[in-house]
């Protein structure tokens, strides 16, 4: 049996403005002592008096990591060309994103962004509601450490899909909630053709607790993620692609009854899926997403008038359709280079066209990639998170990168079908900012220096 502890803990580094890209962020996180084991999730959390604090989940386990550390990174150039024209959308969890911080409330945003791109590559809370799956059809959900490796080149993601998933179920205390469960993967079977081989099911309980960090975002505490390893281990060997796992999330009561009271606090169960999916992605060569699994039949909160961006969770009692659903059609993560067939599509860290996600929501790894990388950056401000983390507060120097700014989601779209359309941004807008031709053999007559970056022209 393998071995497998989660340890969450905050540590601070020292890096000015100027090297506040991943290559050198990485270098130092290396010199500080942290706890052994390997890094799984890391999130920057706040970033005052010339420090960066971040927030780090580490897995001790003797199962071996299939893909590089987090921490290592060879930047590569962006792919000439917008043909495909691939973009990555990121709604990071448990940070109470107005859009996208509940339940699947950002798929008509998604859907947008996704009709001006070829290929759109999201994480799964943004489109995952219950069992109400309204992606469209030109959008692939992936967790968020298989983004970040796609972003770091650890990994390329084949299109084609998993040819079956698996689902790996925490026993339940009560027969009820099993065949709830089952129940649930049975109709995504019979009503969307979907193969789920096998079903497994946990001997002990994955014993997740959330909690809050003190920074506000919602963490998790965990005892042991033996039976995780082995229930995946199981999926694994029968060749399954992709891994639904629905699993207990303990949660004080009057936790739960402050969120559906729509009071102003995060997803509590956010921090709690994100560790489980990333331990099971950095363990194993799959896709993974999670749904709660009820403990007690009073926290389905049946009948409660809710949040309208909330209400998928409260018709539901299983929350695992839209989770079969999207890993249905998630991509598969290979090794660089893998040889494919003419008719394979894949997409690796330089086909990437576009990054978007909410303005003050950047202290993760996928944006410190996109920046050193110059992926163009699209930074939504109508999409208000806890956080609190954007390139003003982390002194990001002007020019640095590609950065826009929009106010929604709305303007993020027309601003992308601007890039695939090879469409001068400058030229969108007023007033438009006159040429000054270079004489040659002759002094400039005027010193002023005009920046026509697109990027910088849209930063104010």
């Given at each position: 049996?393998?071995?497998?502890t989660i340890?969450?803990?905050?540590?601070?580094?020292?890096?000015?403005?100027?090297?506040?890209?991943w290559?050198e962020?990485?270098?130092?996180?290396?010199?500080?002592?942290?706890t052994?084991?390997?890094?799984?999730?890391?999130?920057?959390?706040?970033?005052?008096?010339?420090k960066?604090?971040?927030e780090?989940s580490f897995?001790?386990s003797d199962?071996?990591?299939v893909?590089?550390?987090?921490?290592?990174?060879?930047?590569?150039p962006n792919r000439?060309?917008?043909?495909p024209?691939v973009?990555?959308s990121i709604?990071p969890?448990?940070?109470?994103?107005?859009?996208?911080?509940?339940?699947?409330?950002?798929?008509p945003?998604?859907?947008?962004?996704a009709s001006?791109c070829?290929?759109?590559?999201?994480?799964?809370?943004?489109?995952t509601?219950?069992?109400?799956?309204n992606?469209i059809d030109?959008?692939?959900?992936?967790?968020g450490?298989?983004?970040?490796r796609?972003?770091?080149g650890h990994l390329e993601?084949?299109?084609k899909?998993?040819?079956?998933?698996?689902v790996l179920?925490?026993?339940?205390?009560e027969e009820?909630?099993?065949?709830n469960v089952?129940?649930?993967?049975?109709?995504?079977?019979?009503t969307?053709?979907?193969?789920v081989?096998?079903v497994?099911?946990?001997?002990?309980?994955?014993s997740a607790?959330c909690?809050f960090?003190?920074?506000?975002?919602?963490?998790?505490?965990?005892?042991?993620?033996e039976d995780?390893v082995r229930?995946l281990?199981?999926?694994?060997?029968?060749?399954?692609?992709a891994?639904a796992i629905?699993?207990?999330?303990?949660?004080?009561?009057?936790?739960?009854?402050q969120?559906?009271?729509?009071?102003?606090?995060p997803?509590?169960?956010g921090?709690a899926?994100?560790?489980?999916t990333h331990?099971?992605t950095t363990?194993?060569?799959?896709?993974?997403?999670?749904?709660p699994?009820?403990?007690?039949?009073?926290?389905?909160?049946f009948?409660?008038l809710?949040?309208?961006r909330?209400?998928a969770?409260?018709?539901?009692?299983?929350y695992?359709?839209s989770?079969?659903?999207?890993?249905a059609r998630?991509?598969?993560p290979?090794k660089?280079?893998t040889?494919?067939?003419?008719?394979?599509?894949?997409?690796a860290?330089?086909d990437?066209?576009?990054?978007v996600m909410?303005?003050n929501?950047?202290?993760?790894?996928?944006?410190?990639?996109a920046?050193?990388?110059n992926v163009?950056i699209?930074?939504?401000?109508?999409?208000?998170?806890?956080?609190?983390?954007?390139?003003?507060?982390?002194?990001?120097?002007?020019g640095?990168?590609?950065i826009?700014?929009v106010d929604?989601?709305?303007e993020a779209a027309?601003?992308?079908?601007a890039?695939r359309?090879g469409i001068?941004l400058e030229?969108?807008r007023?007033?438009?900012?006159?040429?000054?031709?270079?004489?040659?053999?002759?002094?400039n007559?005027?010193e002023?220096?005009v920046?026509?970056?697109a990027?910088?022209y849209?930063?104010?």
């Amino acid at each position: 049996m393998h071995r497998a502890t989660i340890e969450t803990r905050s540590f601070a580094i020292e890096c000015p403005p100027e090297g506040r890209v991943w290559t050198e962020l990485a270098a130092r996180i290396r010199k500080v002592r942290l706890t052994s084991g390997e890094l799984v999730r890391l999130i920057l959390v706040d970033a005052t008096n010339g420090k960066l604090i971040f927030e780090g989940s580490f897995l001790q386990s003797d199962r071996r990591p299939v893909w590089p550390s987090l921490l290592e990174f060879e930047p590569v150039p962006n792919r000439a060309g917008r043909d495909p024209f691939v973009v990555v959308s990121i709604i990071p969890t448990g940070i109470r994103a107005e859009i996208g911080g509940f339940a699947g409330d950002a798929t008509p945003s998604v859907n947008l962004l996704a009709s001006a791109c070829d290929w759109l590559i999201t994480n799964p809370n943004s489109v995952t509601a219950s069992d109400i799956y309204n992606a469209i059809d030109n959008i692939f959900y992936l967790e968020g450490n298989l983004i970040t490796r796609l972003m770091l080149g650890h990994l390329e993601l084949d299109l084609k899909g998993p040819d079956k998933l698996g689902v790996l179920i925490e026993n339940p205390r009560e027969e009820r909630f099993m065949n709830n469960v089952l129940n649930a993967v049975n109709a995504m079977r019979a009503t969307g053709g979907i193969t789920v081989d096998p079903v497994v099911v946990s001997e002990k309980s994955l014993s997740a607790r959330c909690t809050f960090s003190p920074f506000g975002h919602a963490s998790a505490d965990f005892s042991t993620m033996e039976d995780l390893v082995r229930g995946l281990e199981v999926i694994e060997s029968r060749g399954a692609g992709a891994a639904a796992i629905s699993s207990t999330l303990l949660l004080d009561d009057h936790v739960r009854q402050q969120y559906y009271s729509r009071e102003n606090i995060p997803n509590p169960w956010g921090g709690a899926e994100a560790i489980l999916t990333h331990t099971a992605t950095t363990l194993f060569r799959m896709t993974a997403a999670h749904a709660p699994l009820l403990a007690e039949l009073s926290h389905s909160m049946f009948g409660t008038l809710v949040d309208p961006r909330d209400a998928a969770e409260l018709i539901s009692t299983s929350y695992i359709g839209s989770v079969i659903k999207g890993l249905a059609r998630s991509p598969r993560p290979v090794k660089p280079g893998t040889p494919v067939s003419n008719t394979c599509r894949r997409v690796a860290a330089a086909d990437v066209s576009a990054v978007v996600m909410p303005a003050n929501s950047v202290g993760n790894i996928v944006f410190f990639t996109a920046l050193e990388q110059n992926v163009p950056i699209v930074l939504v401000r109508g999409n208000h998170t806890i956080a609190n983390t954007d390139p003003e507060t982390l002194k990001i120097p002007a020019g640095t990168g590609r950065i826009y700014y929009v106010d929604s989601y709305l303007e993020a779209a027309g601003l992308l079908l601007a890039m695939r359309r090879g469409i001068s941004l400058e030229s969108l807008r007023r007033p438009l900012e006159a040429l000054e031709p270079i004489y040659l053999g002759k002094a400039n007559n005027a010193e002023r220096e005009v920046d026509i970056q697109a990027g910088n022209y849209l930063r104010s």
